[in-house]
């Protein structure tokens, strides 16, 4: 058993880092308002070393460089934004864990949204836990959420990335068209007898889906609609390595007052959905607007702003792709040193960092940092 409770930042809760304190804001199914993006992006303005804001595969926003000051401010103008969706309610009260959602679909807002807000404050709900919320498409069921609902016909429930038999048989079972409802029961089933876990996986989705079904939680989904956006509608664009800059930040809230809503999403990408005609080429000198040899990168925060790491990591990459020697079919995840924090799951090659300033590949097949 666990001596500590998780030490995921939030937006009170931060990381000491050696550039100063780093705060993690996590929004609703990706959602930011462009007041809230503003906000981030002027206290990028300030951050130590000019650091970007930076997007994470749990699809959350980080602003890193502050001082401790300059993270209250900018949690309590967050908290006063407002909205359906806000980063921090009216009450500075933010999300404790990640709530992900299909980027292109109307029709995971609100479920999204009633899960953020009955978990909105708690402290018993551990940082580590990922809650998804997919359209039917299957685009963030990969990420082997905790809880994940389906929506569809009926909606179904997953743990630990696999499907259940719920809502499919049971005494119990009785119709619902709640899917919101269906995932909080099964957030209470798994506090209810985590212990000290912070993942669904470490007790077993079968000591969840007992609680769930002791304590009568069990339900059947009607048909809920899935409002996919036509492609047409939407458009995806990708921060190298998930670095949004100021005047990027500022770009996409200026495209989000004209109308466009904005979705971050695990991917580390940007959705606009219903967004201008000419909404491309006003990001084109910002980020990746169309196919990209960042799309298979990664990279920790390497030198200078991690004091272990051998190498300005982001720099030589960026030589490389420059080049031609990066960015491929496969995966890779370059890092500064062997902890290799930022490792994805799945297949993925490694490009390591070592002491006499070269790198070494290392091609694995699954999650290994801890
Ligand atoms: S992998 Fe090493 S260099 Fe990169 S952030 Fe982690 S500790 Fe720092």
New binding site residues.
Partial sequence: MRARADACPGAWRRHDAADGALARFRPVGGAIAPAELRLLADASDTAADAAPLELTSRGSWQVRGLTVKGADDLAAALAAVGGPAPLLDDQGRDVPCSVVASPRSRAVDAPARAIADALRGRTDVPGRLLVAVDDGTGDVLGLDADVAVVLGTPARLHLAGAPTDIPAAGPTAGPTADPAGLALAAIEAFLAVRGDAWRVAEVGAAAVLGALRTREQKRVLEHAEVLTCAERTCVEVLPRLGEVTPAAARVLADLGDEGAALRVTPWRTVVLRDPPDDARERLAAHVETGPSRWASLSA????P??????TD?RGDLARAVATGRAGGLLHAHW????????TPAGPVAVVE?TPGGTYRTIVRTGRV?G
């Fill in positions: 920790c925060v390497g030198a702003r991690c004091a272990k790491s051998h990591v890092v500064g040193c062997a902890r290799a924090c930022g960092g940092s």
